[in-house]
């Protein structure tokens, strides 16, 4: 199984194929499109692996943006004690989800990639459902 290892967002994270992951939010980005990660520090699998220093020119990873939202509240509460004083204030850090698709070698050819997701559409699970009825009665 092979891996790389990206930067973004001031972070680093270990990625495979086919891997749903939470990163900081992207700028400018949209639901379905794709997106290339360019700052690769290493790559491999459990033979072999290439580091970078600090990055791997040519080498890149490919993923799909699933969706931009925000994580859940986390509260801040400051009380000084005997000074009837006390703040509380909560914060949503903003994240973005991605799929990655492709994993791609400083040769420009695919490491590993990932089985595509074939949904089925709402109209499929109707029939099924109505076909069930059928047969159980």
């Known amino acids: 199984m092979s891996y790389a290892i990206i930067q973004t967002g001031g972070k680093q994270y270990k990625v495979k194929s086919g891997e749903i992951l939470k990163i900081e939010k992207l700028p400018n980005t949209k639901t379905d499109t794709k997106i290339e990660f360019n700052e690769i520090l290493a790559y491999g699998d459990n033979k072999i692996i290439e ?53 791609f070698s400083k040769d420009g050819k695919i490491l590993s990639e990932a089985e595509t997701i074939s949904r089925p559409l709402k109209k499929d699970i109707k029939k099924k459902e109505v076909e069930k009825k059928v047969v159980n009665k």
């Open 51 to 103: 580091l970078g220093l600090p990055t791997i020119q040519g080498a890149k990873v490919e993923a799909n943006l699933i969706k931009n939202s925000k994580n859940r509240t986390v509260l801040i509460f400051k009380k000084r004690r005997r000074h009837n004083s006390r703040r509380k204030n909560g914060h949503r850090q903003e994240y973005s989800m991605i799929r990655i698709n492709k994993i």
